[in-house]
């Protein structure tokens, strides 16, 4: 999965905490801490470039990584979970390169409790077979495995669910413009339009039983701080960009993010998506606006007037009609 053993990762990592700091560090200053000479510092340097990260080589002085860069440590991580998530986290698992943190949990048993966090996917999943584009080390990617005893249905409304617990997170940042897009984007409006970014996106993938157990896979991308990248095709943010004050590091988001999602995960079953309802309507990006949806090859318009108990939206209809649209993408068409 990875194209480095593990001698190289150790070394690549050890370099990146080295200039995570952002300041300049000449090449013999970091073979001296490495172990290693002039010419092994600028062979991890390519291979750090490789990933996707950003190294300034400055002639005559050394390296720099812009803005710096804080790795993911499962001991800061592991310190900052809330009681409830270290008594229901059966294992957390961090990858340097991984696949998909989703697939990884797919291929394995007893997902109740695993969370698996990942610096960066090679085959990253979005919704609707998109790509989840997955850089090196300024991203979030985090798959929580669950399960619940009576079956799929009680999964129904989970991923706008889990929506509201990252804004919940996300809120104590001081986040202008932070909203949810039906179904389950996470997104941030600008102030003087009704155009807006996304932030973060859930994939929950399920597997089991229609009425027995049933297990989920609850994934969230959620961009951090980056700065650059390719191949997204729509417009995104970073959460680096929106928030007023420093932000605390991505180690103290992961915990908080990991410790709202298994709250809501253990209560999920008794509180459905009810609870959650009113909360997931105060951040509607859509509510009260024109939108359109596809429905199957036809085009809907009309009013959003909310979601349902179950998660569904609701669509008043131009014909004075309430159409309840459980699946599809929609689309805003300008203010009623
Ligand atoms: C979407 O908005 O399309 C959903 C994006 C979900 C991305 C996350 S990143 C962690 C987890 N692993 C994946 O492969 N996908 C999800």
Redesign the pocket.
């Known amino acids: 999965m990875s194209a480095f053993d593990s001698v190289e990762w150790t070394r690549i990592t050890d370099l990146i905490d080295l200039l995570s700091d952002g300041e300049c560090h000449s090449g013999e200053q970091l073979g001296l801490s490495l172990a290693i000479s002039r010419a092994g510092v600028w062979k991890y340097i390519k291979k750090i470039e490789q990933l996707g990260v950003c190294i300034e080589s400055i002639k005559g002085k050394g390296y720099k990584l812009k803005n710096g860069l804080h790795l993911l440590d499962l001991k800061k991580i592991g310190g900052l979970l809330t009681p409830l998530a270290k008594d229901n986290i059966a294992a957390l698992d961090l990858f340097s390169i991984i696949n998909?943190?989703?697939?990884y949990l797919l291929n394995q048993k007893n997902i109740r409790g695993k969370v698996c966090l990942a610096e960066l996917?090679t085959?990253?999943?979005?919704?609707r077979g998109?790509q989840?584009v997955?850089p090196f080390g300024r991203n979030i990617?985090?798959?929580i495995g669950w399960s619940f005893e009576s079956g799929v249905s009680a999964a129904q409304g989970l991923s706008l669910a889990v929506g509201v617990a990252i804004v919940e997170v996300l809120n104590q940042y001081q986040i202008n413009g932070l909203y949810l897009k039906w179904p389950?984007?996470v997104v941030i409006k600008n102030s003087e339009s009704d155009e807006y970014k996304k932030l973060a996106?859930?994939?929950i993938e399920l597997r089991g039983d229609v009425s027995g157990d049933c297990d989920l896979i609850i994934?969230?991308?959620l961009n951090f701080e980056m700065e650059i990248a390719h191949g997204i095709d729509q417009p995104w943010i970073s959460l680096s960009q929106v928030s007023e004050h420093k932000l605390p590091d991505r180690n103290t988001v992961v915990a908080e993010l990991i410790s709202k999602i298994i709250q809501l995960l253990v209560g999920y079953e008794r509180h459905t998506f009810a609870h959650y309802r009113e909360s997931w309507g105060a951040v509607n990006i859509h509510m009260h606006k024109r939108i359109s949806t596809l429905q199957g090859k036809e085009l809907i318009e009309g009013v959003c007037c909310g979601v349902t108990d179950e998660g569904a939206l609701i669509l008043l209809k131009d014909s004075g009609e309430t159409l309840i649209v459980s699946g599809g993408e929609i689309s805003i068409r300008g203010l009623s």
């Open positions: 998909s943190t989703n697939t996917q085959e990253g999943r979005g919704r998109r989840w997955s990617y985090l798959s389950n984007d996106g859930i994939l994934g969230v991308g």
